[in-house]
């Protein structure tokens, strides 16, 4: 293992569980530390040394986000690892013989705002949501009802110091009267600031555990606030610690199928001709779908018009790339044609709740035995919050509630001088965005294996597993001082527990502008023209380039709506 600084095992500045830095590394030299130490630890990562120092991250010495967690550098180091696996798959192709791959660490520090990195014709920022282009698929969100807006927020429990992290999920009011808050105070409560103060005056009067256990029975969204250590030491964090961050395998009790040669087309990106069915909602899946799409993949998306998702991730580059459709499980032909997508598929990208597609036909199982039966091995990857097994692992979760399960909300607490226990929200959606990418290195090693070794594959990422990893003692966390340079140098404001992510966004995104060149530099965005939201639609490029840019990650269509386009069959490769 490559470790270039020393550790100070007994510091424990951010709270139980937490190892910080006793000297800082500038940000390009800790990727080349830490990838070292992630390659080392994923089963069936390369060993190649020409591979692993062909990686040229470049950059910033501080990163550009304000919190002790390296989520900037753990991120980057995976989009390079997505980028040697793409090279290993052009090596495979005869494509090139290249082992270089270049990481822009700045990049990579924008890669978690790209839902709010968008620019249609000069519109940008929460102007973009408003423009008529864009569909509003959550009335609910769209209401602006101070107390649907709070619903998601990190609240004190009865339990002096110890703090929930509650989650409005799609249906923000069935969690509200479960609080015993109903509608008809929504006329009456007209600030955020009241929002929140009755709404914490309400969770006050349960226990951490009352209030958990409640959220299991009814099956909604929420956690304590945990310190890492405090998560690490709960049954279902135990679980999660079993399985390899990359955690995918061939599934061994199927019968062999034969190594599936990758499809000759003129198309030199990695996974140029390998076929996507995206049955995933709102961000980390979609990231992954976006990510699959810039390499080559052809990815089809399949969403039901009848069901909310938010709104931010349309206009975005998460949903560049795709052939975007809507199927009605409930409706026979739309069935029907959601498994003939199956039949033709490559790799199947589930991001509901674990499990949830298997009464529908469409589970891990079925696509096992429809791959048995066409004689060629198929890839199915589940996304989630809590991770593949373990008692948490059907249940819903989003990211806020992966960031106070793992101890990131904890963390960020501690950095901001909160009594122990109280939660803070990281600075961006990184746990979303991460786990996108995380997910898409996930299914690029399983597309890598099957061509070299056949079978079928099954893969889990989890958005709890990529916060567990951030926050390992041996990626460590940065120094205080280290943390104060980088509020010094970009003058970042500060937030508290009611913070709701997407305000807290668009301020981090205001602060870059306001004292830096980041988001100006146009280097990380790629334009598309004539789009279906404007004339001009500015949206972050991919992070991974490589030598040549014909086989450089590039999206080949622009953003679109979620089911924007008509019915249609993969392509004949």
Sequence with gaps: ?????????SQDSYGPGTVVDTEFLPLPAECRRLLHILAARTPGFTKDKALLDGVVFHGDELPCTPEPIKSQAVTAVIHAMVGIVGLEILHLRGITTSTVTYVDTNHAGLHPATPALVNVDGHTGPDVIKLPTVPQWDKDRASNSPLVYRATAIYETADKGVWFQLHGSLDSWQMLALLGISRDLDSKICTNDAAYALIQERVRKYRARELEQLMVEKGLSGSIVFSPEGWRQTEMGRSLSRHPLINYRQQAQCPTLEPVPLPKVDDKRPLAGIKVVELVRIIAG??????????????????????????????????AGKTTIDLDLEDPADHGKLMHLFKQADVILQGYRLRSLERRGFGLQAALEMANK???????????????????????GWQQVADAAAGSSYVMGQAFGCPPGQGVLPSLPISDMSTGILTALTIMCAVRDRARFGGSYHGHASLVAYNMATLDPDIRLYQRQVVQK??????????????????????ILDTWDKHSDLIKDEKYYVHFSDTVF???????????????????????????????HQFKNFSQT
């Design 374 to 396: 066409r004689g060629k091995g198929i890839i199915y990857v589940d996304e989630n919050c809590y991770g593949p097994d373990g008692y948490y692992a059907e249940r819903p």
């Design 1 to 9: 293992m490559a470790d270039d600084a020393p550790t100070q095992e």
């Design 286 to 319: 979609t990231a992954t779908g976006a990510a699959l799409a810039s390499m080559g993949a052809e990815v089809i998306r399949a969403n039901s018009s009848k069901l909310k998702d938010y709104t931010p991730a349309q206009p975005s580059s998460l949903m």
């Design 486 to 507: 980088i509020n010094d140098k970009y003058r970042f404001p500060a937030w508290s527990s009611d913070a709701h992510v997407a305000p807290l966004y668009y301020s």
């Design 534 to 564: 404007g004339s001009d639609l500015r949206v972050l490029a991919p992070v991974v380039r490589y030598a040549e840019q014909e086989y450089s990650p590039r999206w080949n269509s622009p953003p679109v709506p979620f089911c924007h």
